[in-house]
């Protein structure tokens, strides 16, 4: 974090400032955050994703996007449905890596941040609609 305040202010550095936010929004709400940046894939032409962390509660395993706009009705199409099944993809492939996973409910959210201080979360955004 430390390195984040006194880097410069660029797109990239927003970025992650809006993960960092969010996975404190988790955190505050009983979530353990297991992963975060995790590549699903090798290169950046595969159909992984790379997701921006992963959280956990109970049995329920959520796997998080973060969307970050300077307008609120960019939001609408932040996460087109090729995305959205490079993020699936990317879960599947992390649960099948982590085979202690296998039994937990699957949930995929996503996070649309408008900075400084507006944080929405979307449960069960992106439906999984395959069996690993």
Do not use: W
């Amino acid at each position: 974090m430390k390195k984040l305040l006194k880097s410069k202010i660029t797109p990239y550095n927003t970025g992650k400032l809006a993960e960092f936010l969010c996975r404190l929004y988790m955190r505050l709400h009983g979530y353990k955050i297991i992963a975060k940046n995790y590549h699903a894939g090798t290169g950046k032409k595969t159909p992984y994703g790379e997701l921006d962390f992963v959280a956990l509660r109970g049995n329920r395993i959520v796997f998080c996007e973060v969307k970050k706009r300077k307008k609120d009705t960019d939001f609408e199409k932040a996460l087109s449905y090729k995305q959205q099944q490079r993020i699936i993809n990317g879960g599947l492939n992390f649960i099948r890596k982590n085979k202690q996973y296998t039994s937990s409910l699957i949930q995929f959210d996503v996070f649309y941040v408008k900075l400084p201080f507006m944080i929405k979360r979307i449960e069960n955004a992106i439906y999984l609609d395959k069996t690993y």
